[in-house]
């Protein structure tokens, strides 16, 4: 006689089947589930809904004042008497306003995400699913952008309709429809850039801790030093800092009239070049970290 043996416990799975394109949506919606309940190291509202908040009251705060300041004239800094309506100057300032709601977010989610994974050993759990780590990357990298945006793009594009609406005549309105799709394309720049440059940062550390400092040290003091000399020394190394080349991207899109504001930054080109570079840059060692993570974890190779 031969032994056999027989598994009771087993039961063939008889769920839904998705394709494995939609596999990612899973991820994002974790991830903003998990930015939303507020859960690991920053708990409570300091997670995510703090910096919601902040940027709904910016928005209120600057509704208030376009309404109020209609007709109101600001001198141009640097352009001798001319003066300019503060409607004119309201969406580049709102941009670098919400901007810091973005910078702040990047610090409690953006520059842990795939560390926080690393250490809590979660990539073993998506990896021996049939999770790609393009799959995996999408998701996160979407939801942080969704995340942005609601921080970035959603309240500029409502200033912008504002704006629009407090036009002087129909003329006036007509002209001005056009900062509509350009706030939705500063917003979306910014949401992605800070949205995915933390991520390539969190990727070469594995404690969440140390992914923290890293980007703390890199935005704010490397990032700083960079935008400083720039200015200090008109050479356009003032693009290497992130935030530096988004404000000289949305003042160029804006067409912002401030002539000192255009002296101080550095060019266009080498602004978008440095964007353009941060994102490549991150992406890649992002994608390099999460597939060395599914190599060498369950299911690697495979």
């Not at 703390?216 to 020394?233: P, Q, V």
């Not at 994102?279 to 599914?294: D, E, F, I, N, P």
Request: charged share 15%; proline share 5%.
């Amino acid at each position: 006689m031969t032994g056999a043996i027989h598994d009771l416990g087993y039961k063939r799975y008889l769920g839904t089947r998705r394709p494995q394109s939609t596999r990612w949506r899973v991820i994002m919606r974790h991830q903003l589930a998990t930015a939303w309940k507020s859960e690991g190291r920053f708990k409570g509202w300091w997670r995510y809904k703090a910096w919601l908040g902040l940027s709904v009251m910016g928005l209120v705060v600057f509704a208030a004042v376009m309404y109020f300041w209609q007709t109101k004239m600001v001198p141009m800094f640097g352009g001798g008497a001319d003066k300019v309506r503060w409607l004119d100057l309201a969406l580049p300032f709102a941009e670098d306003a919400f901007r810091t709601g973005a910078m702040f977010l990047t610090f409690t989610v953006g520059a842990s995400v795939i560390a926080s994974d690393a250490q809590s050993g979660a990539f073993v759990f998506y990896f021996s699913r049939p999770v790609r780590p393009v799959d995996y990357l999408a998701g996160k990298v979407a939801a942080m952008v969704l995340l942005m945006a609601t921080l970035v793009a959603l309240p500029l594009v409502l200033i912008a309709g504002l704006r629009v609406g407090l036009a002087g005549s129909t003329h006036e309105m007509v002209d001005s429809l056009d900062l509509l799709p350009r706030a939705l394309a500063v917003g979306l720049i910014d949401s992605v850039a800070y949205a995915v440059v933390p991520l390539g940062i969190s990727a070469l550390v594995q404690r969440p801790l140390h992914a923290l400092a890293a980007w703390a040290g890199y935005y704010l003091l490397i990032g700083s030093a960079l935008a400083g000399a720039g200015a200090a020394t008109g050479s356009p190394i003032g693009a290497l800092s992130l935030s530096t080349a988004c404000s000289v991207v949305a003042n160029a899109i804006f067409d912002s009239p401030l002539p000192m504001v255009r002296r101080v930054l550095p060019p266009l080109g080498p602004s978008v070049a440095s964007l353009v570079g941060h994102l490549v840059l991150a992406l890649g060692l992002a994608y390099w970290r999460v597939r060395q993570a599914q190599r060498t974890g369950v299911g690697g190779g495979s």
